[in-house]
């Protein structure tokens, strides 16, 4: 790897995060799409990247309030009342 | 998150403090601050000290609000702020500025290129993988934990991370890069293991 290519991989990786939010502009975002093709290892940073986001959302989306924790807080707020009505 | 749901709420009624509307909003939002109680702290106990003190707040400053963000968002505003709050009690010595660890450019850079991406789901998924995530989760310092809480874990959008927390949305984006990448490499450090022994 060169030098100068090393400097553009640290460039574009402050481009990474925006880009996997969909928020770069379309000019850099094809600057980074060409240098990815050729560049290993800002692929692999994006991919892992992007995984990394994936393991954080998919197993604790499914995780609601428990229904004990739910009970204690409709109590706490006065909301006994409430209780039985399930969401 | 919740979009449809508090569609269906009033805020009329829940001003004028309307009990069965309020309670349909504690169902509504209970358990995304909950969760973002257990990623901000830890552990249930605080996760539903977390969720009380949000919804008591909730109930108090319900007829301030005024509407300049959505009610969503002014939930995860109370919701941050209680976290934060619980943190600094717990944890006195811990400063909330951004001049912590991760702060330099230096940190940022990624050290390791395995690329374990292609792992299969139950690797990924296992529970010590979970569990090793989680405890990586918070290493983070709280000021990035909290926008990667809000932004990757529950999915507001940049902006609406921004109006939750106060800040910039060039500074969440900052801080969300640095939490991402800081990520990254905790879980490049621990799949590149796993990689290794099963070639
Ligand atoms: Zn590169």
Redesign the interface.
């Known amino acids: 790897m060169t030098d100068h290519a090393h400097t553009n991989c640290?460039e574009l990786?402050?481009s990474?995060?925006?880009y996997?939010?969909g928020?770069l502009n379309p000019e850099l975002c094809q600057e980074l799409e060409k240098h990815l093709v050729g560049c290993?290892?800002c692929?692999?940073?994006l991919?892992?990247?992007?995984?990394?986001?994936d393991?954080?959302?998919?197993?604790?989306e499914k995780?609601?309030?428990?229904e004990d924790?739910?009970e204690?807080?409709?109590k706490?707020?006065n909301?006994d009342?409430?209780l039985n009505?399930q969401? | 998150m919740n979009k449809t749901m508090s569609l269906e709420i009033s805020l009329e009624a829940l001003i004028a403090g309307d009990r069965a509307e309020f309670a349909r909003l504690v169902d509504a939002y209970s358990s995304p601050i909950y969760r973002l109680g257990l990623r901000m702290l830890g552990t249930p106990q605080d996760a539903e000290d977390v969720l009380q003190n949000t919804f008591l707040n909730v109930w108090m400053h319900l007829s301030t609000f005024e509407g300049r963000s959505s009610l969503s968002t002014w939930i995860y505003r109370i919701a941050a702020n209680e976290a934060l709050m619980l943190i600094r009690k717990k944890k006195p010595e811990i400063n909330l500025d951004d001049s912590q660890a991760g702060d330099n450019d230096e940190d940022l850079l990624p050290t390791q290129f395995v690329d374990w991406s292609a792992l299969p789901e139950n690797v990924l998924l296992s529970s010590e993988s979970q569990k090793y995530l989680d405890s990586a989760i918070q290493t983070l310092p709280e000021s990035m934990r909290i926008v990667f809480v809000l932004r990757d874990v529950e999915g507001l959008s940049i902006k609406e991370t921004a109006d939750a927390l106060n800040l910039t949305e060039t500074n969440v984006k900052t801080r969300l890069l640095r939490a991402r990448m800081f990520l990254r490499e905790q879980l490049s450090t621990y799949y590149g293991e796993r990689i290794t022994r099963e070639e």
């Open positions: 640290e990786l402050f990474l995060s925006a996997i939010d928020e290993d290892n692929r692999v940073v991919n892992t990247t992007k995984r990394t986001i393991l954080v959302h998919a197993p604790i995780l609601d309030v428990p924790v739910r204690r807080l409709f706490r707020l909301l009342d409430y009505h969401p």
